[in-house]
């Protein structure tokens, strides 16, 4: 594993469709983005991140999230996804995350992955399947 720079930082971005938007109250024109496809999103931005800073065969794995969902973002705007590094023990890699659509934030919190070999993680889903 090469070193994580703290300040590491990347975005995502992506509007706001039927596929990651939920039928609040029952209600076609109260669709909004599901608090799931947010925290999905918020952690695969910090997944590549990294992913570029990693030697070839790892990856990294969520293993802790805290999200705040401040506001409701409506189909068709657009919301940014951001992670920062704000820390890195061995193969601990914590960040800051936050998501804002086109009026402000609307989501803040901290994330963390683990960098793991992903031959050695394959085999260990084999091994529970077999099990």
Do not use: C, W, Y
Not at 72 to 95: N, Q
Not at 96 to 107: L, Q
């Amino acid at each position: 594993m090469q070193q994580i720079p703290p300040g590491t930082s990347g975005e995502h971005r992506i509007l706001v469709t039927p596929e990651v938007a939920f039928d609040f109250l029952g209600s076609e024109d109260a669709r909004v983005l599901s608090t799931p496809h947010l925290i999905g999103l918020l952690e695969m931005t910090a997944r590549n991140t990294i992913q570029p800073l990693l030697d070839a065969g790892e990856g990294s794995v969520g293993t802790e999230v805290h999200v705040r969902h401040l506001g409701a973002v409506p189909m068709g705007l657009s919301v940014v996804f951001r992670a920062v590094v704000t820390g890195v023990e061995g193969r601990r890699v914590r960040f800051a995350v936050e998501a804002f659509d086109e009026t402000g934030k609307v989501a803040e919190g901290s994330h963390e992955r683990f960098v793991i070999s992903i031959d050695r993680f394959r085999g260990r889903l084999a091994a529970k399947r077999e099990s």
